[in-house]
């Protein structure tokens, strides 16, 4: 099986930056999508970024297009989500997730808390 850790979440304050990094280990995830969710209290879990195994096709919703950026390295076995401008309402547990072409998200880390102070 896939392992994910997240790590590099934080407190900041409005207009700041955090990098979060996704480290997978037991399988090189070379060959997975990989997608970024977060969770705030009282919301439901939402993608933010996305990003295919070759890194061609990425995308992210509305709310973050243009503050963040998604990256991967499949020599690290790692991908990598930089958020720039951030806002309190980006204040979430952030968590990356794994999978093949044809299933759903399959693996999944532990999350990262990430605290934007206005």
């Known amino acids: 099986q896939v392992q994910l850790v997240e790590s590099g979440g934080g407190l900041v304050q409005a207009g700041g930056s955090l990098k979060l990094t996704c480290a997978a280990s037991?399988?090189?995830?070379?060959?997975?999508?990989v997608a970024w969710f977060r969770q705030a209290p009282g919301k439901e879990r939402e993608a933010v970024a996305r990003i295919n195994w070759s890194g061609i096709n990425i995308g992210y919703t509305d709310s973050v297009k243009g503050r963040f950026t998604i990256s991967r390295d499949n020599a690290k076995n790692t991908v990598y989500l930089q958020m720039n401008s951030l806002k309190p309402e980006d204040t979430a547990v952030y968590y990356c997730?794994?999978?093949?072409?044809?299933?759903?998200?399959?693996?999944w880390g532990q999350g990262t808390q990430v605290t934007v102070s206005s």
């Open positions: 997730a794994a999978k093949v072409t044809t299933t759903d998200y399959e693996y």
């Open positions: 037991g399988r090189t995830i070379s060959s997975y999508g």
